[in-house]
């Protein structure tokens, strides 16, 4: 991971918390009392690294590790389908891949967006993404956090968040700004 440097802020779980293990993607519950450290706290989710293994803690989470959820999203009365897919780019840029701090649209990994009305105004977005590595333990978490993320916009009722492979992601689909984050340029 050369490139970057993590944080370390310490910590103490106050109540027994889900965690995803990284990169495997396999949940286990971390007791309260557990003792470890921050080490990325970007898009409201955390990772923390705890007795040698990297995890992933879930925004709706935070209050474990002593810190504050994210603040709920907001969408102007009436806001059209344009307002909608800024706010689907904002969240999309929430989601970081729990090992890089780099999010998945700079990343590259997001290929396409779409907007579609459903019933009593609201909306379904269709996104289309890659994995930086096909044999990713984390495709499913990220996948979820995506769906998750994108489901908090008012008027979305539905997010589709479709994986795919084809073209296969490599270094030059990254923004300049993540491959500077990453050493990479």
């Known amino acids: 991971m050369s490139g970057f440097s993590l944080s370390s802020e310490p910590f103490t779980l106050e109540r027994d918390c889900a965690a995803v293990m990284v990169p495997q993607g396999e949940t286990v519950v971390l007791p309260a009392g557990q003792v470890g450290y921050i080490t990325q706290a970007l898009g409201g989710s955390f990772t923390v690294y705890v007795e040698g293994n990297l995890f992933r803690i879930a925004g709706s989470d935070a209050d474990a590790l002593g810190k504050q959820p994210p603040p709920p999203i907001e969408l102007a009365e009436g806001a059209g389908d344009e307002e909608v897919e800024k706010l689907v780019w904002e969240q999309l840029r929430t989601v970081f891949d729990p090992e890089i701090p780099v999010n998945v649209v700079e990343l590259g ?12 105004g609201q909306r379904r977005v269709y996104v289309k993404m890659t994995l930086t590595a096909p044999g990713c333990g984390m495709g499913d978490i990220l996948v979820d956090d995506v769906r998750t993320k994108l489901e908090l916009i008012p008027t979305v009722a539905e997010a589709d968040v479709d994986l795919v492979f084809d073209p296969p992601w490599n270094h030059s689909m990254m923004s300049e700004l993540a491959k500077l984050e990453t050493g990479m340029l």
């Open 109 to 120: 990994l997001v290929y396409d967006v779409s907007l579609e009305a459903a019933a009593g």
